[in-house]
DNA sequence: CTGAAAGCGCTTACAG
DNA sequence: CTGAAAGCGCTTACAG
């Protein structure tokens, strides 16, 4: 055994701890950790045994300063009063840390500086508690991709980065195919004409999910006319735009949203006019919000656990998505959306 | 100047490259950012010079394992199936994040084996990457508070421990005042009866928002018979339970309930009865969920971010809040508890 | 007030 | 297959 180092009690135990226990030196030690194929058998299950027996785990941040690598990446987070009604980006940072492959990596939450979110990116990198980001919310002219392209740090997004069409690496969901698959939904459901509310054209969220809509009713062979109207996101707008579309839809007609919100202000107006969501008008959403669950809302879902996965695939194992990856959303049926009930 | 110390381009600074350009020793450098008071003022500021030029940040890692403490905090995220309406604790993640005292102190979110709850603990703690934990939904028999006492690891709790009263490393927010408020606010908007709808008896946080109401009611010297319904958080049986509770109401009534799904249940209720929420029957929800304010449902919002702020107070500075704090809740007043509208 | 020394817990060539 | 050496970037006594 050679001689005992003295351990404190209730300190936790290092390496050495576990070397002196094993009778080897503390490089077979790291060797039993990261490269078991250069130890001899039986060495290996003896320091395994004690590696159990200590409760050793290695010390984190002593790894990150030998190796020269954090295995971590920040995504940025910020106050409340910042998001939008569904929370999609918070459940999105809650899966990537769930997904995290935890032998391996971890995920660090950053809060920027407002005012200069980018420092923020530039300070969290020299810390050293990361080695790159993975993106989210990513906006038209967005800082944040050309300066972690400059400085070749890696990086996944989560969102198309639209600016820069030659970036692959990124993880979305297909806003244009969950409305497609919507209009497809509601007129096997008996529903003969689909109207569509969305924003106000310009933004490209919203202007593929719009073009999710015109594509299906053109090969669907629906009323050419169907009508397409706009609303910002807030709900009494919302409500005064779907009035209006209801006034130019005939009967046995549906309304397909770009947002649980809109639809919030669609099964309104529908109610308004003494109509009944479903039975009368049909109504559908998106992003399967808490809040269509709540009011029995149909709603596009987006599979927002897989694209975690899928992220720290890009991050972790880049070869094994060499291209960009658009998931197909799911359609979360609920009663606003069936004619018989 | 001394030699000019050979820097990689692109690598990041270290102490040593600020110390040669500063033309004084790394250990200099130490005491400018750990003890400005023992440096000279123009070593310091000519010092300071450098580290701003050069956008030196210490290497976190290294401070870590030299220091023995990662000034990190842990706190447990789970899968988002686990989590209820209203994300109070993904928005807890995220003011905890914005309000880390980030000089000093950053979260890790992790997520532990949902078999082995305390085992994710353990090892979180072992890897070095956290001194201690902030613990949210604390459940009665929570093996993780006495678990972090017996190895006395530093935490706090968003939530009282019900289990253990004489801890008093926690915040919460304070539910029997927040539906009192509701009551004191629906008499005053011209409501003469209030009833309950609440969970089944038996859980701590329920019985004490029930107490809320009780205890209102009989200080106001409102009808002493003002019946109290239980429901499961679902909100088909909300619905019932609160068509059962207006059955025994009189006119001119109100129901304050223990969260927004059950005063979900209660507009679809007074709705069924042909009656039209807050012009005939009041309605106040708990959470201010995105429900809530898509509903117009006036309902007991919770401080989380002032929650957030006082937990890293008492991580991080235990000296000013040596008991618990209890915060009050404000009301956001909606539609549903007007009778004018 | 400033700097030489030691060391936090690991990993990575490299020599034996 | 195993171990002695060097070093990642810092901080903390301590001597000058």
């Given at each position: 055994m050679g001689e005992e180092t003295t351990t404190v009690p209730g300190a936790r135990p290092t390496i050495v701890d576990v070397a002196s226990a094993a009778g080897v030196s503390r490089q077979t030690v790291s060797n039993?950790?990261?490269?078991?194929?250069?130890?001899?058998?039986?060495?290996?299950?003896?320091?395994?045994?004690?590696?159990?027996?200590l409760g050793f785990t290695p010390h984190v941040s002593a790894q990150q300063l030998?190796?020269?690598?954090?295995?971590?990446?920040?995504?940025?987070v910020n106050p409340s009063g910042h998001r939008r009604m569904g929370h999609i980006l918070d459940e999105f940072l809650v899966e990537l840390t769930v997904s995290a492959p935890s032998?391996?990596?971890?995920?660090?939450?950053?809060?920027?500086?407002?005012?200069?979110?980018?420092?923020?990116y530039r300070q969290t990198l020299?810390?050293?508690?990361?080695?790159?980001?993975?993106?989210?919310?990513?906006?038209?002219?967005?800082?944040?991709?050309?300066?972690?392209?400059?400085?070749?740090?890696?990086?996944?997004?989560?969102?198309?980065?639209?600016?820069?069409?030659?970036?692959?690496?990124?993880?979305d969901v297909d806003g244009h195919a969950g409305v497609r698959g919507a209009v497809h939904h509601l007129v096997d459901a008996g529903y003969r004409q689909v109207g569509f509310l969305g924003w106000p054209a310009g933004s490209p969220v919203g202007d593929d999910r719009r073009r999710g809509w015109s594509d299906a009713v053109a090969e669907l062979g629906l009323d050419a006319s169907a009508p397409a109207a706009a609303s910002v996101q807030d709900i009494d707008e919302a409500t005064d735009a779907a009035?209006?579309?209801?006034?130019?839809?005939?009967?046995?007609?549906?309304?397909?949203?770009?947002?649980?919100?809109?639809?919030?202000?669609a099964l309104r107006a529908v109610r308004n006019r003494g109509l009944r969501p479903g039975a009368d008008i049909g109504v559908v959403g998106f992003d399967d919000t808490d809040v269509a669950a709540a009011m029995g809302l149909t709603s596009v879902h987006q599979p927002v656990a897989e694209a975690a996965r899928i992220a720290w695939d890009m991050l972790v194992d880049p070869a094994r998505h060499p291209g960009p990856v658009l998931l197909e959303p799911t359609l979360t049926i609920r009663a606003s959306s069936l004619r018989e009930d």
């Open positions: 039993v950790l990261n490269r078991p194929d250069r130890v001899a058998p039986d060495t290996l299950e003896r320091v395994q045994r004690e590696i159990d027996r030998r190796r020269k690598r954090a295995w971590a990446y920040g995504f940025e032998h391996t990596s971890h995920l660090l939450a950053f809060a920027p500086d407002p005012d200069d979110v980018v420092a923020g020299a810390s050293g508690l990361v080695d790159g980001f993975v993106l989210a919310d990513t906006r038209q002219s967005d800082p944040r991709p050309p300066w972690l392209i400059e400085h070749e740090v890696p990086f996944v997004s989560f969102g198309r980065v639209w600016d820069l069409p030659e970036l692959t690496r990124w993880v009035e209006q579309l209801l006034g130019r839809l005939g009967p046995d007609a549906a309304i397909v949203c770009a947002s649980d919100l809109l639809a919030l202000g």
